[in-house]
């Protein structure tokens, strides 16, 4: 099986722009979150998908958004980019509860 | 905020001998998993230990889980240069998310 598949690994933007990822979650796994990496903050929770339906949101501004389509895929949104989000983005995906969670290699996103 | 604390923040031992890393988390949890990350990319996932089981092996793995101490340990043994990275402890407390501590900083030197 294919692993969780992240595109685009890098990416620079300017301050005020809007950013999308994708994540592409190992074939039949239904549960996809995101992540958020930086040096001062470590890794936290953004949000999680399920069946296209939002389960759970971290504590991050609605600039902040996200979604799923019906074949798992995930897209990510943040607009208004401000400096502080230049972070590591993360995917992972899992098979149900109680499970492992697979993760991706990242989107390294830069805010200029 | 972070669920769990990793201790020791920076771990440097020589080729050959074993690494222990720990993990304390606050909350009851459905499991807790390990992971590895090399300069900043991606997770590996290492192993994942159920909270009705005590101890897991994979390969040079084991990790050890005490729910009344809310603790885990990873340890490596033999270690070798390529295990050089940082290691996660996650926790899912359900809520459909894991909470991550700061990670460990392994260094192998040969």
């Known amino acids: 099986k294919a692993g969780v598949t992240q595109t685009p690994r890098y990416l620079i933007k300017t301050r005020g722009q809007q950013v999308t990822l994708s994540c592409s979650p190992i074939?039949?796994?239904?549960?996809v979150s995101w992540y958020q990496q930086t040096p001062g903050q470590g890794l936290q929770f953004l949000f999680e998908?399920?069946?296209?339906?939002?389960?759970n949101k971290g504590n991050f501004p609605g600039r902040f958004s996200g979604r799923q389509f019906s074949n798992s895929r995930s897209e990510m949104n943040v607009s208004t980019l401000e400096l502080g989000d230049s972070a590591l983005y993360l995917c992972?995906?899992?098979?149900?509860?109680?499970?492992?969670?697979?993760f991706g290699q990242g989107t390294r996103l830069t805010v200029v | 905020s972070q669920q769990g604390e990793e201790d020791p923040q920076a771990l440097s031992i020589q080729e050959g001998e074993n690494a222990t890393m720990n993990c304390s988390y606050k909350?009851?949890?459905?499991?807790l998993q390990w992971y590895r990350q090399n300069s900043g990319r991606g997770l590996v996932h290492l192993i994942l230990?159920?909270?009705?089981?005590r101890e897991k092996h994979s390969g040079r793995l084991r990790v050890t889980l005490d729910t009344s101490k809310k603790s885990s340990s990873l340890l490596i043994t033999a270690s070798r240069a390529a295990d050089t990275a940082s290691y996660f402890c996650?926790?899912?407390?359900?809520?459909?998310?894991?909470?991550f501590g700061q990670g460990t900083r392994l260094t192998i030197n040969p």
């Open positions: 992972a995906s899992s098979d149900g509860w109680n499970t492992e969670a697979f």
């Open positions: 074939s039949g796994h239904r549960s």
């Open positions: 998908y399920f069946s296209e339906t939002q389960r």
């Open positions: 909350t009851s949890i459905n499991n």
């Open positions: 230990i159920r909270s009705n089981e």
């Open positions: 996650a926790t899912d407390a359900g809520a459909q998310k894991l909470v």
